[in-house]
């Protein structure tokens, strides 16, 4: 059984300009949500997918977006990168958008906004 | 809306004591609550899933409580190792789709 993987593991972007993260559900999971963590801090939640459509957002303005593939497989797009975008990116995956559902997470990528 | 702290927010204890970590939340209403281990730069692990019908779990040297009506969790560890040392979340699920969590309690367990 695969975990849920994420990439970029490190990326370096300057501000104004536009990033991409990825993220591969756990096989036979279905949910995706994503969660932002600055440095010193616990875990924000941005947003969730389930079978494709946004199931849930935190207070996050819309330059934060994300899409969810057949495969389950997800993206974290962020516009207009703002210095205070420089965080831990992580993404869970569920079998399921319920409550009872337990989210496993991956390792992160580490967003640095110059 | 829902709010979760954690206390103390560092903690540094030498090998083998046992020690409590602490986190409250505001709305009682919760699905699960859940106790994570983040070393540093890392993802998160899972430790302890506690649902809300339940009063605690136990997994090896650790033991979660919970006690909703109160608003209150704790994380127990006995006979802690230097590899213990990590920061300790705290999460709840107030709803199906989200976790909120508290700021951790980074603990050092000295040699």
């Known amino acids: 059984e695969t975990g849920v993987t994420q990439s970029p593991t490190h990326l370096i972007k300057t501000r104004g300009q536009q990033v991409t993260l990825r993220c591969s559900s756990q096989?036979?999971?279905?949910?995706v949500s994503w969660y932002q963590q600055a440095l010193g801090q616990g875990p924000q939640f941005i947003f969730q997918?389930?079978?494709?459509?946004?199931?849930g957002r935190g207070n996050f303005p819309p330059r934060f977006s994300g899409l969810q593939f057949p495969n389950y497989s997800s993206e974290l797009n962020v516009n207009a990168l703002e210095l205070d975008d420089s965080a831990l990116y992580l993404c869970?995956?569920?079998?399921?958008?319920?409550?009872?559902?337990?989210?496993?997470f991956g390792p992160g990528t580490r967003l640095t906004v110059l | 809306k829902q709010e979760v702290t954690q206390i103390p927010a560092a903690l540094s204890v030498p090998e083998g004591e046992n020690l409590v970590l602490n986190c409250s939340f505001t709305?009682?209403?919760?699905?699960?609550l859940q106790w994570f281990r983040q070393d540093p730069g890392k993802g998160l692990t899972s430790l302890l899933l506690?649902?809300?019908?339940?009063r605690e779990q136990t997994s090896g040297r650790l033991n979660a409580s919970l006690d909703k009506s109160s608003g209150r969790s704790t994380l127990y560890i006995a006979a802690s190792q230097p590899g213990d040392s990590a920061t300790y979340l705290c999460?709840?699920?107030?709803?199906?789709?989200?976790?909120?969590f508290g700021e951790g309690t980074q603990l050092t367990v000295n040699p």
């Open positions: 869970a995956s569920s079998l399921g958008a319920s409550g009872s559902d337990t989210q496993y």
């Open positions: 096989s036979g999971h279905n949910t």
């Open positions: 997918y389930y079978r494709e459509e946004e199931n």
């Open positions: 709305d009682s209403a919760i699905y699960n």
């Open positions: 506690i649902q809300s019908s339940q």
């Open positions: 999460a709840v699920k107030p709803s199906g789709s989200r976790l909120t």
